[in-house]
């Protein structure tokens, strides 16, 4: 397989580029803008690696896809470039519009031209796999799980945005019958990611010893996913889902925010304990509630588990240690991460 994976440089991304390379013999073509959010360093583990190609650009620019289409010849495209924090998006729903949208837009036309004109015995195993959210949902009350079923519902600009990208993937499968699929997942989680995002974020201020702001009163719940177990289902996804389906991908991991900064406190508490015996969870903050925050987030990903066997093999606890561990040894991440902005990462949900 020759995959094409936009935004392979980004915290999702660049899992599903590191575990293709190491753990199958496919050929990856990681197309990315490199902004804020990608980081040429998530993939450094396979850079060198004859089966990796990088190619730098934007989605957006429609001769630079079909540039990369000609030249490298994919058999499926993984995209996930996108701009994804919902705080940013308050502040800047513009770049969401372009990227998620507008980008979204530009690279179903490249790839539906580039599709169109294979011979038959390589259109019909061509797969266009458009990794979304479950924030496209809504929010959910204390009980029920999203399903892809579920009616869309979004609530900020980001969440607006990949809605507004799921619905075109859907256009253009029931208009020009180019073979999508659609994932939504919920909260991923690991090492690698973005500290806008909550987890690193609080790791973060609790190693500076800088107060630990939780939005409202901490009970907004999300369903933790790690990301090295998203990265396997969409690659199943990629090998077994049937064109034009949805599928939801969760962790079965629900949490409360307040929950998850506990948690992060504790393991701190007995890896990287404070000075004078104090408790991380002494840190913590509550802050003035986010606009529009959806309370609950939740996902039924029973049909993958049905269909294809698959389950996160990676429990909330053991995958929250792993990457309190990952940071700690990687300090460097934070340090030379961008991280601007007065509301960016107070308690990132993506």
Excluded at 14 to 28: G, H, I, K, L, P
Excluded at 188 to 212: D, S
């Amino acid at each position: 397989m020759i995959a094409l994976i936009t935004g392979g440089c980004g915290f999702i991304g660049s899992a599903v580029v590191r575990q293709m390379v190491n753990e199958s013999n496919a050929t990856v073509i990681n197309v990315d803008k490199l902004t804020y959010a990608g980081n040429a360093r998530s993939v450094a583990p396979v850079a060198k690696n004859k089966q990796y190609f990088f190619e730098h650009m934007d989605i957006c620019d429609r001769q630079d896809l079909d540039s990369v289409f000609s030249r490298y010849q994919p058999h499926a495209i993984v995209h996930l470039a996108a701009e994804t924090h919902v705080d940013r998006s308050i502040d800047a729903p513009a770049d969401f519009l372009k990227t998620n949208v507008v980008g979204t837009y530009t690279l179903l036309e490249a790839a539906c031209n580039y599709w169109s004109e294979l011979p038959s015995e390589r259109r019909d195993p061509f797969r266009f796999l458009h990794v979304s959210t479950d924030e496209v949902f809504g929010s959910l009350g204390t009980t029920g799980y999203f399903r892809e079923d579920s009616p869309y519902d979004p609530k900020s600009p980001y969440a607006a945005s990949k809605a507004s990208a799921d619905h075109l993937v859907r256009a253009w499968h029931s208009t020009y019958g180019l073979p999508i699929l659609i994932s939504n997942c919920s909260n991923n989680y690991g090492p690698y990611q973005h500290p806008e995002k909550l987890i690193p974020h609080m790791i973060r201020k609790a190693l500076r010893e800088e107060p630990l702001p939780v939005y409202g009163t901490g009970e907004n719940v999300r369903d933790w996913l790690y990301v090295e177990d998203h990265a396997r289902a969409l690659r199943l996804l990629l090998e077994r889902g049937k064109p034009g389906e949805t599928y939801n991908i969760g962790g079965n991991g629900e949490r409360s925010n307040l929950d998850v900064v506990r948690i992060v406190c504790g393991i701190l508490d007995d890896l990287r304990p404070r000075q004078g015996g104090r408790a991380y969870e002494d840190l913590i903050t509550f802050v003035e509630d986010r606009p529009g925050h959806d309370f609950r987030y939740a996902i039924d990903c029973s049909k993958l588990r049905q269909e294809f066997d698959w389950r996160p093999e990676v429990n909330f606890e053991q995958g929250l240690l792993d990457t309190v561990l990952w940071y700690l040894e990687n300090k460097e991440w934070m340090k030379e991460t961008n991280h601007v902005g007065h509301r960016l990462g107070v308690i990132g949900q993506r």
